[in-house]
């Protein structure tokens, strides 16, 4: 348990920090919140008043050190990315900047308290599937090697490399996690499938799929992936550490993206909307989808949400956030 544990959240105010957040104060954790900004529809409002939350740029070095040494904290889960495929695309240089020189300050301030009474126990960095690039064998193992080729997935494979260079090189208590697709309420990025094919679908409007609809990925659902990431950290904890490792986080269930449009279709009750399918999207890797056995063997998680019911639950999200979706 994290009871009375200071831990640092960057990217708080994203789509998975809140739900991190939230699961780290259920284990009694003391939580400070950093974000560049704190969107107001962001989920990380509802816990406001339980958590501190502070302005910080992952580009400034300086301030990491400060707000990590000021606040005593001893477990960092570094979220804070710039995490939109199309966005990286388009704007590569602020990407790499956020993603790669984020990952190494975080780490550089780290390895700057490193022998002194604000030392770390551990940090967490999350990395993505896509920083596995393309790969020939099916579901990718944590052993495949870092070979992004697109914007966004070389970021995520240069931070994803940096991380572990920091715990070959100086010791420091590092641990990777690489996600697969995440979906769950709070996600406003309507460009992602989920929430932009049920924003439709709740609209009355017929969703688009920008591939060809045959893109296969798997999903996870957020709190799983929470919960995945909370026992990672907690094991920096204890004497059972893992330093220098990566992990892959998913369900184990791939799915084309039709596929799961059809779902939601069916959780919504609006099969009359039939998809239109674009084929207009560019740089995607056609099958992508990972393993995550190491994860179930070393923590003891488990996903607790079906494909089913996690869509449904989200679903019910956004109806009851309607205002949103406007």
Not at 8 to 23: A, E, I, K, M
């Amino acid at each position: 348990m994290y009871s009375g544990v200071k831990v640092l959240v960057t990217g708080c105010s994203g789509f998975l920090g809140p739900w991190l957040c939230q699961r780290l104060l259920a284990d009694g954790a003391v939580v400070i919140g950093c974000d560049i900004q704190f969107d107001e529809q962001s989920r990380i409002h509802e816990m406001s008043d339980r958590i501190e939350l502070v302005e910080l740029d992952v580009e400034r070095l300086d301030k990491i050190e400060d707000v990590i040494s000021k606040h005593d904290v001893q477990i960092v889960f570094h979220l804070a990315a710039q995490a939109l495929v199309g966005k990286a695309l388009a704007e590569p240089l602020a990407t790499l900047a956020t993603n790669v020189m984020g990952t190494a300050n975080i780490l550089e301030a780290a390895r700057r308290l490193q022998n002194s009474s604000k030392a770390l126990k551990g940090i967490v960095v999350a990395s993505s599937d896509k920083a596995y690039g393309e790969q020939d064998e099916l579901p990718y193992l944590e052993s495949a090697p870092m070979q992004g080729r697109y914007p966004y997935d070389v970021s995520k494979s240069c931070a994803d490399l940096i991380a572990r260079s920091y715990f070959h090189s100086y010791g420091l208590p590092v641990t990777v996690v690489r996600c697969g697709n995440l979906y769950g309420g709070g996600d406003l990025n309507w460009s992602r499938i989920v929430p932009g094919t049920i924003r439709s679908l709740l609209r009355g409007e017929r969703p688009v799929i920008r591939s060809d609809g045959r893109l296969v990925r798997d999903y996870t659902y957020i709190e799983d992936a929470a919960d995945a990431i909370a026992r990672l950290g907690l094991k920096h904890l204890s004497a059972d550490t893992t330093g220098g490792a990566s992990f892959n986080i998913s369900a184990d269930i791939p799915l084309s993206v039709i596929g799961l449009v059809l779902l939601l279709l069916d959780a919504t009750e609006r099969q009359d909307l039939i998809p239109v399918i674009e084929n207009s999207a560019t740089g995607e890797i056609r099958v992508q989808f990972l393993n995550s056995g190491k994860l179930r063997d070393e923590t003891g998680w488990t996903p607790e949400t079906s494909l089913g019911d996690g869509l449904s639950r989200t679903v019910e999200w956004y109806r009851a956030h309607e205002n949103l979706i406007r």
